[in-house]
């Protein structure tokens, strides 16, 4: 497969490009690492155009890596893709903040953790032998969500945070998101707290986006798949996260595309020119195009 340069098909310190198809951008490329929750679907159903269009990337001999900031294993998140009905030809396969995360884990295995999120996300420990403990004794808190994110916000967990700070106890958050749209509802995720024990003090560990291990992991993968090590002038990141997906691709050296969402934009915000202007102020730091949706 022959690149397209990025110099040829974005000027990176003009305008950002607003495209209604990723196929200029993407389909020269040997794979795409693309988000899922606002780019795959919304954590309800499917994007039936982001499902398509990495479908057809993949007919035409691209690999797809999905790369998720969830604090689920990658084998997680597939199962939790076919439940909310995104085929698996759509992929490669997954790497998520959740595998990241489990190397941190097993570096404090032998200390007491308090785990801070849903009893959903039990199985990110599956195979590491933790003993768990309460907030009064653990002295590591492995933070992968708000215990009911249907209700709760930051606030919530002043106080408890609060007092983990004044013992000094490290936090490792398995998902940097701050929030995500869930059906048209915005929900915080475990980056909003480990961003609200930063600000009381505390310290917090994360592996996600936009943080160099994940990019690793997903590119150990893409050699796995690939039979050979792929070059990132080779690989085009998708996402609708500006200081996760885009603030990371560029960090690790890759071009990406914006997916505007809620996240983004807020609900009901239009994709325009101000908007990314006020999304992307620096003009050396943005994406080479942004999509109301991908789409090919």
Known sequence: MTVIPSSQIADLSGPIQIVSSIAPFGQGRRAWLVDIWGVMHNGVRPFATAVAACQTFRRQGGIVVLLSNSPRTGEGVIAQL??????????????????????LIRQVSDRPIFHLGPERDRPSFKGIDVVFADAETADTIVCTGLF????????????????????????????????????GKIIFCAGALAERYEALGGVARLAGKPHAPIYDMAF??????????????????????????????????????????????GLGGALDPAALNALFPDPTARPIAAMTELAW
């Open 148 to 183: 009911d994110d249907r209700t709760e916000t930051a606030d919530n967990y002043n106080t408890l945070l609060k007092g983990f700070a004044a013992r000094g106890v490290e936090m490792i958050c398995a998902n940097p998101d701050i929030t995500v749209e869930r059906d």
């Open 220 to 265: 150990e993968r893409l050699a796995d798949i690939a039979g050979a090590p792929v070059k990132r002038a080779d690989v085009l990141a998708i996402g609708d996260g500006v200081k996760t997906d885009i603030a990371g691709a560029l960090a690790a050296d890759l071009d990406a595309v914006y997916i505007a969402s809620a996240v983004g934009l």
């Open 82 to 103: 076919r439940q909310v009905g995104v085929p698996d030809d759509a992929y490669d396969g997954a790497v998520t903040s959740g595998d990241a995360t489990r190397v």
